[in-house]
Structures are given as C-alpha cells and as structure tokens.
C-alpha cells in the first residue's frame, strides 16, 4: 500500500448454492462481511498480455477484469446478462442513496429493489432454478476505476472465493458514484439451470496463476470482516486452490517458500479450519510481507473428493 493513498475500501461477499445430488438433496453456504479499511493496492495497470483496456464505465471494467483474471488461471469466462445488470445497478443505486454496504436493502428506504440477492434478481427478471449457484460481491471506494474495485476485491480471500467459483457461468455488474465521489461497485454472478463445466474432476484452479507477475505483497487483513487473521493486519498476498462448489477439498500440505528459501510460515484456511471458508475451496496467507521481485514457489498436496491432487507452481511479486 501507498502511504500517500488515502481512498478507502468496503467490501461484502456472499456465496450461496443450492446443489442437487442424484438423490434429490440440497445444500448450501453462505459468507459475509463489511468494512471500511485502507486499500491494499493501488489500481492495476492494464498491460499484462491479454488484459482488457479500460472504457472509463466502472461496471465493465469490473466486469471485464474479473474475466482477465479467470482466464488466466484455467476458468470458463462469465457471459454478461442484462437482467443481472439490471439486478447490480439498482442495488449499487440503492448502496449510495442510502451511504450503506450490505447484501440487504430495507423496503421503505429509497431506491429499494428487493430485500435479497434472489429478490433482486426476481425484480429484475432473472430466475434461478435448480441446481444453481449464486453470489454477490460489494465494495465501495474513493476510487471510479473499474479494475481497481476488481483487483482489491479479488485480493481479498472470501471474496476471492466467491469470484473464482468455477461453476458460475453468468454475471451482471452495477456501479455508483456520489456527488462527493465515493463509488459503490456491486457484482452479482450464478449458474442456473445447470452449473458451467468447472474445472476437470482431480484438479484445481489456482491463484496467483502459474507465472503470474507483478503479483501484489501484502494484504491488510483488517479489510476483511469476518477477519482472515484475526490478530494481525498486514500479511502476505493469500493464495488460494479451487475447486467446484459441489466438491470437498481435503488439505494434506499447502506451502509457499521464496526460491532457495525456506517456507513462510502461514494461515491455513479450509472448511476445517474456518468456517467462512467454503468446502470447495483452500488459502493460505503468509503471515509477513512478501518481497518485492521474488520468485515464490507454492506446493499443494490433497484431494479433491478423494481424488489425491498434486500442485506445484510459482509467480514472482512486483
């Protein structure tokens, strides 16, 4: 983080799926949080190869940089959807109108659009059926930039969580900004009807992505509630596998260690270990600043729904 950057940050996430087994059961779970903390990073410059260029529409530019980011590490990119849109734009209206970041809007309150995700969606004229997966990130800056709400939401593990989720196949994003310049980005992503294709039975999906550069060093934890690391508040940038929401990820070792060192000690986050984490899904976050223009080397061991996983990869921080 710049010292001399003074824009601050909100964030919620929320992840929710009802999932159909070949028996007719059901599931599902949920995170949330909000904040209003220091950013972590300044705004990234759109010159990876691949990267989009920036419109100036906040909205799409988040958009659009959330599928940079899945593409880079194996998964399907989200088709936008208008009704989805339409759902993220009132809630993003009703967030600034009201100078509030939450999941929920009070019916009463100007701008209402529905009290939930799915009455949104329903106002809105998206319908889920089953099976589905839905989520929805929130955050709120000082800052317009579409890739900058994009980038600090994706550096923030339970947010993480919810925007690589391999299964999602459709997404709508909403943005807006008040007179003294405070802009509320709200993006809302599900599969329905069916789950996307995923990623491959036996695998994961991992980030920062094999050779990824100009990875960021640290993360504030504080900017997250619930708080990754309760105790601390700048870490190591988490790294995070992820497999689809039906699956179980079980962690046998998960380490990361700069090139010709030693492993970093770290927070491990499973369903085992923390709550807010999802089943399908595992992080670790060092518990000490990266180096700047290191190489590390990340090792993951387990399985994913018995089937044993072994990952091996490495990216290198600005």
């Known amino acids: 983080m710049r010292s001399s950057d003074t824009r601050h940050i909100r964030f919620l996430a929320l992840l929710l799926a009802a999932l159909l087994s070949a028996c007719g059961g059901g599931g599902g779970s949920s995170n949330s949080g909000g904040v209003t903390p220091p950013p972590t990073n300044p705004p990234p410059t759109p010159s990876a190869p691949g990267a989009p260029a920036a419109t100036g529409n906040t909205a799409t530019d988040g958009f659009n940089w959330f599928n940079f980011r899945r593409s880079q590490i194996g998964l399907a990119t989200l088709a936008r959807n208008a009704q989805m849109d339409l759902a993220s734009q009132g809630h993003a209206n009703y967030l600034m109108t009201n100078n509030t970041v939450s999941h929920t809007q009070v019916a009463g309150n100007p701008g209402f659009t529905g009290a939930n995700l799915i009455d949104r969606f329903n106002a809105a004229g998206y319908r889920v059926t089953a099976p589905y997966a839905y989520?929805?990130?929130?955050?709120?800056?000082?800052?317009?930039?579409?890739?900058?709400?994009?980038?600090?939401?994706?550096?923030?593990?339970?947010?993480?969580?919810?925007?690589?989720?391999?299964?999602?196949?459709?997404?709508?994003?909403?943005?807006?900004?008040?007179?003294?310049n405070y802009t509320y980005f709200t993006?809302?992503?599900?599969?329905?009807?069916?789950?996307?294709?995923g990623v491959a039975r036996g695998t994961v999906a991992v980030y920062p992505g094999v050779d990824q550069t100009a990875v960021p060093v640290n993360f504030m934890s504080d900017s997250e509630a619930p708080d990754p690391v309760p105790n601390q508040n700048e870490v190591g940038y988490p790294i995070s596998v992820h497999a689809n929401i039906a699956s179980t990820i079980a962690v046998t070792s998960f380490t990361v260690k700069p090139r010709g060192g030693s492993n970093l000690a770290a927070r491990l986050l499973t369903k085992s270990t923390d709550s807010n984490t999802p089943a399908s899904a595992a992080a670790i976050i060092p518990l000490a600043k990266l180096n700047a223009a290191t190489t590390y080397d990340v090792s993951f061991a387990g399985s994913v729904d018995g089937a044993a996983v072994t990952r091996n990869w490495s990216f290198t921080t600005k």
């Open 135 to 180: 989520g929805e990130v929130i955050s709120a800056a000082g800052d317009r930039a579409g890739f900058y709400h994009a980038e600090e939401l994706i550096a923030a593990i339970y947010h993480r969580f919810v925007i690589f989720e391999p299964v999602f196949k459709e997404a709508g994003t909403g943005a807006a900004t008040s007179n003294s």
């Open 187 to 197: 993006a809302a992503m599900a599969a329905s009807g069916g789950y996307g294709a």
